[in-house]
């Protein structure tokens, strides 16, 4: 039939023994009740027979730590059950405090956190399992010592005591409780009426004076009342120094003097000198002293005697090392020397250079509290400040600890152009990342750039420019938004395409189709004119031949371009009907047949039954062929067996391949079902298994650990199937 259509075609009997037609709208039904099964986006291509437009694009939102997961209904179709399936795997698990409120959800790809308190520090550390290990610590040395938990000393009382804010019972650290305890004691009344308050470990000692003798008894408190010490001095009269006579006690006393070397005499040795006596004494003793210079950084007194300085005595003033003394009559005046070497040395400020010339230069070292930053591994408490009269200084002659690595380049980007070795600092080794950058280390650090298309290979470093070039129609933009992002757009603009001779497009008037001219290869651009002239200049030929028939008119074939008119007249007993694009060509006479034959005497016959339907058959009445039928587009054409079994062969194969793909996930999933758990606090578990399902197959491999106290499990396992696609799950629970 020349690939024409047939039209009309009633819905034929769909059976497994039927060999009716079916028409365009029965198959059309069959794409349709397909694309309901997808759901979705999909659609039945009336063209070509396919079901295309199914996707289902990947939903990573969760739900919200407040919402509910909800069973939904039963899914209809494949989108739906897809879509259930995403949001079952989106909504995660939920993470709760210690009263059971919920606190968040965590999704699948979603991270957990574990940060330390005050008191407890946690550790996450990955293990050579492919996994992590997480372990909880009390840190008893950095217990927090809050204004509201402190434990002291009471400096009226002598006892231990605490603030127990709220009735919180805080924390105290070990050296808060030493230091409490080493501050508590008891008090003595002095004779002037004050307290002494006496530590723990401190020892107190009532000793005989000159002429008296103590004695000390303790009276044990009742009923956990405090003991009682009561100190009494007698006096003792064993020498004629004091008199004890019945008008009272009299001291005997004699008279001194002080001698030309400065010690002082008295006149009796065995008796007592009255106060305004040795106050006269003593005023007028005296001593010498000289000065003297010892290299030696100090004197070790250990092991030796002390040495008491009698009047008469000379005492000499040593300058030790990196010291001067200076005497004014009695004044001694001690100064640090203009040049110093020490071991180590304290100061608050440290000033370098000329303090004695205003306008010589200075630098002053101070420290100062640290300024936070994350960068810092072990963020430090203190800082070195380096200004000179409170401003910024220099730093000079500092070396660098980064290696550099060297960097093949070719910044010519030609094969023949020899290539150039450069560096850049290694920072990925490191050997003391807490040291100093130095400028040559910010100039040798920075990147390396390549292309593909001419080998072009280069160092950037710091502020060096790199440009992009746009060419011919590729047009190169930047912009920095108001974020400090700096944005490059690369355009192409195809109306503006250099319409090189290498690449023309055009038509060609020997067979009326588009060419073009593929030089070596290179599949180069045309420009929209080219595009557009050749194809304006195609087209098709236009004939008329006798086929039985009778030719009447031009015989010469003829061009017919696009936006050309044909005009498709109607000869003698012939009707033209247009419908759209749709042309129908008919006998004028309209005849009716019972049964018109084809192809001679032993040709097909074509008539009607009693219904009114059309009945095709052979010669001797049995069912018959239609052949070169051509595809049908409307919903009322026939359809050929082609585009039948194209579109029953093109949902089977979609069909098997989904099955598979579904049944091997579900292979997957039952191998995951199937890995052994830890269950024994403190170990871990590397565990295998396979799974199956409806003839497909599938491993996986999984990793669990649970906390030292069982309290917590992490587990994870990926899973591969026949089907050559991967998943994977990861989880972690805490139990109590």
Do not use: C
């Not at 100064?335 to 250079?353: E, S």
């Not at 290869?521 to 194809?535: C, F, M, Q, R, Y």
């Not at 039954?609 to 058959?617: E, F, L, P, R, Y």
């Amino acid at each position: 039939m020349n690939g024409d259509k047939i039209t009309g075609v009633a819905n034929g009997t769909i059976s497994d023994n039927s060999s009716d037609a079916v028409n365009g709208s029965q198959l059309y039904s069959l794409g349709d009740s397909i694309t309901n099964i997808f759901g979705g986006n999909t659609t039945f291509n009336t063209t070509t027979g396919k079901v295309e437009g199914f996707e289902r694009v990947l939903n990573t939102t969760g739900l919200a730590p407040s919402e509910n997961y909800t069973i939904p209904a039963a899914a209809t179709n494949i989108t739906e059950a897809f879509e259930q399936l995403n949001n079952y795997v989106n909504a995660g698990w939920k993470l709760g405090n210690a009263s059971g409120a919920v606190v968040e959800r965590i999704s699948p790809d979603e991270q957990v956190n574990f940060v330390d308190s005050n008191t407890i520090t946690s550790t996450v550390v990955a293990n050579d399992k492919g996994g992590a290990n997480i372990s909880f610590n009390v840190n008893a040395t950095a217990v927090a010592n809050n204004a509201a938990g402190n434990v002291s000393a009471n400096s009226t009382t002598g006892k231990a005591e605490f603030d127990n804010h709220n009735n919180t019972k805080p924390l105290a650290t070990v050296e808060d409780v030493a230091k409490t305890v080493n501050n508590t004691g008891w008090f003595m009344n002095t004779t002037t009426g004050e307290k002494a308050l006496v530590n723990p470990g401190d020892t107190v000692n009532y000793v005989d004076g000159n002429g008296t003798k103590a004695n000390v008894t303790v009276t044990k408190g009742a009923n956990g009342q405090p003991d009682t010490f009561n100190v009494t001095y007698d006096i003792k009269s064993a020498d004629n120094t004091i008199a004890v006579t019945p008008e009272g006690v009299k001291v005997n006393t004699t008279t001194g003097s002080v001698n030309d070397n400065g010690t002082v005499k008295v006149a009796q040795p065995d008796l007592l000198l009255n106060a305004s006596e040795v106050a006269n004494l003593v005023n007028n003793s005296s001593f010498n002293a000289t000065i003297g210079r010892d290299d030696t950084d100090f004197v070790d007194q250990a092991g030796k005697d002390n040495y008491k300085v009698k009047a008469g005595d000379t005492i000499t003033f040593n300058a030790g090392k990196n010291l001067r003394v200076k005497q004014e009559n009695g004044t001694f005046t001690y100064a640090l020397d203009n040049n110093i070497t020490v071991n180590h040395a304290n100061a608050t400020t440290l000033t370098v250079g000329n303090v004695s010339n205003p306008t010589a230069p200075k630098v002053d070292f101070n420290a100062e509290q640290a300024k936070p930053a994350t960068n810092n591994q072990e963020a430090p408490k203190n800082a070195l400040n380096i200004t000179t009269d409170g401003k910024p200084t220099q730093i000079t002659g500092v070396g660098s600890t980064l290696n550099t690595t060297n960097v093949v380049t070719n910044p010519d980007g030609n094969a023949s152009t020899p290539v150039e070795n450069k560096t850049l600092v290694d920072l990925t080794n490191a050997t003391t990342p807490d040291s100093a950058a130095t400028v040559r280390d910010l100039q040798n650090m920075g990147w390396v750039i390549e292309t593909s298309g001419n080998g072009y290979v280069d160092t950037v470093k710091n502020a060096n420019h790199v440009k992009f070039s746009g060419d011919g129609a590729v047009t190169v933009t930047g912009s920095t938004d108001a974020n400090g992002t700096r944005n490059i757009t690369v355009k192409v603009n195809a109306t503006q395409m250099a319409n090189n001779a290498a690449g023309n497009v055009y038509a060609n008037t020997t067979t009326g189709k588009v060419e073009f001219n593929n030089a070596n290869g290179s599949k180069p651009l045309a420009t929209v004119e080219d595009v557009a002239s050749a194809i304006n200049g195609s087209g098709w030929e236009l004939n008329s031949a006798s086929v039985g028939g009778e030719v009447i008119g031009d015989t010469a074939p003829t061009r017919v371009n696009p936006g050309s008119k044909v005009n498709i007249n109607a000869g003698k007993n012939v009707v033209i009907t247009r419908s759209g694009k749709d042309i129908t060509i008919a006998t004028s006479a309209k005849p009716v047949f019972e049964n018109v034959q084809v192809g001679g005497d032993k040709g097909p016959i074509v008539g009607g039954d009693a219904n009114g339907d059309v009945k095709v058959s052979k010669a001797d009445g049995s069912p018959t062929k239609v052949t070169n039928v051509a595809a049908g587009t409307a919903s009322t054409d026939a359809v050929n067996v082609g585009q039948l079994k194209g579109t029953v062969g093109n949902i089977n194969n979609r069909m098997n391949k989904m099955n598979k793909d579904l049944r091997g996930g579900i292979a997957g999933a039952n191998a995951a079902a199937g890995l052994p758990q830890v269950y024994i606090p403190g170990k871990s578990m590397v565990a295998a298994s396979a799974g199956t399902f409806k003839g497909q197959s599938a491993v996986a491999v999984g990793y669990s650990r649970a906390s030292d106290n069982g309290k917590l499990i992490l587990k994870l396992q990926g899973n591969a199937n026949t089907r050559g696609d991967l998943g994977g799950s990861v989880g972690v629970g805490y139990q109590w």
